[in-house]
């Protein structure tokens, strides 16, 4: 009989976002040899291991099915790494419980408490290699994708667009396609307005992700301003379809882009994005460099190296090679038991 594995993940399909696209990934991954669930949260349905996206939102299926003793790991995203595991109390129990703790890129080992780094590895996520696009010649295309919300930080990218003159070269020819939809309906409200305001700005909505990823294939650069990220996707997903990324200097994404590559700006400056977008339109090389420099760090995303880590983090969940964790004292566990 295959093993049971349960995926937690707060997003499903429906949501279309990053959490739901690792989930997706790594059930397929694990489907040859093992029964693979994903779920929202945990039923108390046996299973042989649960691997939990997200330290906070999976909080409770944490907490439930560490008590059966059986092997778990916990993924961090963005907002644990750089701010749920230093506020809330549900996030930090849930490193507390887990067997294995998995972050996304190099960087995120240096936000676990010292006395918890012995459980953390670094599983990069991957995207199949597309062959390099076809940008359209009439104009200059720059992608964002992601649902808006602060975290993603998508008014840095309209105002540096603004400090590019509408009606003088290069600048006319720019285009900024946002692919995406609405996490902060007031922040949604807000972006949109601000966008109508300059044609250049294509709103493109929800797309079907084999959409999302041909519209960053033909683009000239993908734009990533966020506040924080544990490992986004879709700057993998510019990397393997040779597009460059300009992105703001956080620890998620220099842990994936490596500190010294030049296509970072800082969190919140909407003008030295705007001199990188220019510098990319008026200066074919330094795109080129920037291709380059991304090509190096290729070989991190790539799908069998992802694949292999999963495999071995599930096999080792299943055969009880990781310690088991401190228990909560008595008391803490009774708290668990009355909020459930």
Known sequence: MRP????????LADANDGNWQTARRWAAFLAR??????ARDW???????????????SAGAVRRFSRTGQGLAVVLTGTDLYRDIREEPAAKRSLELAHRLVVLQERGV?????????????????????????PRKSSFDLAMVGHLRAEKDPMTALRALARLAPGLA?????????????KDAALGRAFREKARADNRVSLAGIQPHARTRQIIRNSRVLLLPSLMEGGAN?????????????????????????????GFFEVGDDAGLARLIHRCQVDPTFLDQLRAQ????????EPQRERAAVRSLTHNLLEGAYPAPRLPARGDLLDDQAQD
Request: hydrophobic share 45%; aromatic share 2%; proline share 6%.
């Open 4 to 11: 049971r594995i349960c995926i937690i993940s707060p997003a």
């Open 33 to 38: 040899r093992c029964e693979v669930e994903i």
């Open 43 to 57: 039923d108390g349905s046996a299973a042989d291991a649960m691997i939990a996206l997200h330290a906070r939102r």
């Open 110 to 134: 240096d936000e676990i408490p010292a006395a918890l780094r012995a459980r953390v590895e670094v599983i990069y996520q991957s995207a199949r290699t597309l062959a390099r696009g076809r």
């Open 170 to 182: 290069p600048h006319d020819r720019l285009r900024l396609i946002h692919v995406g939809g609405d």
């Open 234 to 262: 879709v700057l993998i997903e510019a990397v393997t379809a040779s597009v460059p990324v300009l992105a703001s200097r956080i620890p998620g994404s220099v842990g994936m882009l490596g500190a010294r590559y030049e």
């Open 294 to 301: 991304c090509a190096n760090r290729a070989p991190l995303f």
